[in-house]
């Protein structure tokens, strides 16, 4: 049973010490015994109690451990790792009153990003120790949780074939490597229904649905997706050739666009993808069993994160140094 204890929109009004734990992929972090010596001595000049020490495992990526977290009473819970280990986490999280700090370790750190979280280790402690907080919505897939986008078609297929090595050494340049692999491949008819408007027939290469814009490599294909407004973004694109990629790519890349060729774009709470045929799919850059269908519900209002702006900017990244 978990003692009682401040939402983390009152602990931003209280300079209280908080109970917090660190979640570690030991897999993707180095230097684990610095890395918890200076997360302790930090923690510990701002009067914070030492934190709990859980590390992930093959058979559980961070959910259980994120779980236990909560039940052992914590109020923040900082996850050190990459992407999967803050997706992993986020599903034991979700729904509850403990808020998430990251700590980025990963090739995309794609939530980070997207919420100005900083990379360096102080800086993403010490945001934390400064209490700011926002409750952000998740979606749903088959009982699985995701925080920035899930996929289905070319996006997944890229995300499954980037080496795990070369990722490692190249970073996010190892899915560029691994698109131009699948440029190639057949479209797939797809219907898009979002929640009751009209069903949306195309042939398309992949799928999107976003709570946050931003992929790897910092490119903001979503621009207006917000993941506080209870609903998340769908791209629908369809390039044919190379010259409708390099279109595409221009048109994502270039500031103050108005509108990305060969990409549809729609905004809903429900939305469901079906295919002529099994797709490859990923939540959060993960990818999960392949399915004809990719069926979508938003949670609004579902996990609390730390953030530089918890209510004073429709911009959670404002007065963040990345977003500098």
Same mark, same amino acid.
């Given at each position: 049973?978990?003692?009682?204890?401040?939402?983390?929109?009152?602990?931003?009004?209280?300079?209280?010490?908080?109970?917090?734990? =660190?979640?570690?992929?030991?897999?993707?972090?180095?230097?684990?015994?610095?890395?918890?010596?200076?997360?302790?001595?930090?923690? !510990?000049?701002?009067?914070?109690?030492?934190?709990?020490?859980?590390?992930?495992?093959?058979?559980?990526?961070?959910?259980?451990?994120?779980?236990?977290?909560? !039940?052992?009473?914590?109020?923040? $819970?900082? $996850?050190?790792?990459?992407?999967?280990?803050?997706?992993?986490?986020?599903?034991?999280?979700?729904?509850?009153?403990?808020?998430?700090?990251?700590?980025?370790?990963?090739?995309?750190?794609?939530?980070?990003?997207?919420?100005?979280?900083?990379?360096?280790?102080?800086?993403? =402690?010490?945001?934390?120790?400064?209490?700011?907080?926002?409750?952000? +919505?998740?979606?749903?897939?088959?009982?699985?949780?995701?925080?920035?986008?899930?996929?289905?078609?070319?996006?997944?297929?890229?995300?499954?074939?980037?080496?795990?090595?070369?990722?490692?050494? @190249?970073?996010?340049?190892?899915?560029?490597?691994?698109? @131009?692999?699948?440029?190639?491949?057949?479209?797939?008819?797809?219907?898009?229904?979002?929640?009751?408007?009209?069903?949306?027939?195309?042939?398309?290469?992949?799928? @999107?649905?976003?709570?946050?814009?931003? @992929?790897?490599?910092? =490119?903001?294909?979503?621009?207006? !997706?917000?993941?506080?407004?209870?609903?998340?973004?769908?791209?629908?694109?369809?390039?044919?050739?190379?010259?409708?990629?390099?279109?595409?790519?221009?048109?994502?890349?270039?500031?103050?666009?108005?509108? =990305?060729?060969?990409?549809?774009?729609?905004?809903?709470?429900?939305?469901?993808?079906?295919?002529?045929?099994?797709?490859?799919?990923?939540?959060?850059?993960?990818?999960?069993?392949?399915?004809?269908?990719?069926?979508?519900?938003?949670?609004?209002?579902?996990?609390? $994160?730390?953030?530089?702006?918890?209510?004073?900017?429709? +911009?959670?990244?404002?007065?963040?140094?990345?977003?500098?």
């Amino acid at each position: 049973m978990t003692i009682p204890h401040e939402t983390p929109a009152e602990q931003r009004l209280d300079n209280a010490p908080l109970r917090s734990a =660190v979640i570690v992929n030991p897999n993707r972090v180095e230097g684990l015994d610095e890395l918890r010596a200076g997360i302790r001595d930090q923690l !510990a000049e701002a009067g914070w109690p030492e934190p709990a020490w859980l590390e992930t495992t093959a058979e559980d990526p961070g959910t259980g451990q994120a779980e236990q977290a909560v !039940a052992d009473g914590a109020d923040v $819970v900082f $996850v050190a790792g990459g992407d999967g280990t803050v997706r992993a986490c986020i599903d034991g999280l979700a729904g509850t009153e403990a808020a998430l700090a990251i700590l980025p370790g990963g090739t995309g750190n794609l939530l980070a990003t997207n919420l100005g979280i900083p990379t360096d280790t102080i800086e993403g =402690v010490q945001l934390a120790l400064d209490r700011g907080r926002r409750l952000v +919505d998740l979606g749903e897939v088959e009982g699985q949780t995701f925080a920035v986008m899930a996929g289905m078609g070319l996006d997944a297929a890229m995300v499954d074939d980037a080496p795990t090595k070369l990722k490692a050494v @190249l970073g996010s340049v190892a899915y560029v490597y691994s698109a @131009l692999k699948h440029l190639n491949d057949a479209e797939m008819k797809v219907e898009v229904q979002v929640d009751d408007y009209p069903v949306l027939r195309r042939r398309a290469r992949t799928v @999107l649905v976003g709570n946050v814009g931003r @992929l790897q490599g910092g =490119v903001n294909l979503l621009p207006d !997706a917000e993941p506080d407004n209870g609903q998340m973004d769908v791209a629908v694109l369809a390039p044919k050739n190379l010259g409708h990629w390099i279109q595409t790519a221009f048109g994502v890349l270039r500031p103050g666009r108005n509108k =990305v060729p060969n990409m549809e774009v729609l905004r809903g709470s429900r939305i469901t993808i079906t295919s002529d045929r099994p797709q490859p799919r990923q939540l959060d850059g993960d990818v999960i069993e392949p399915s004809a269908t990719l069926e979508v519900t938003v949670r609004p209002d579902t996990l609390w $994160v730390c953030v530089y702006q918890p209510d004073t900017s429709e +911009d959670l990244t404002e007065g963040s140094p990345a977003a500098d």
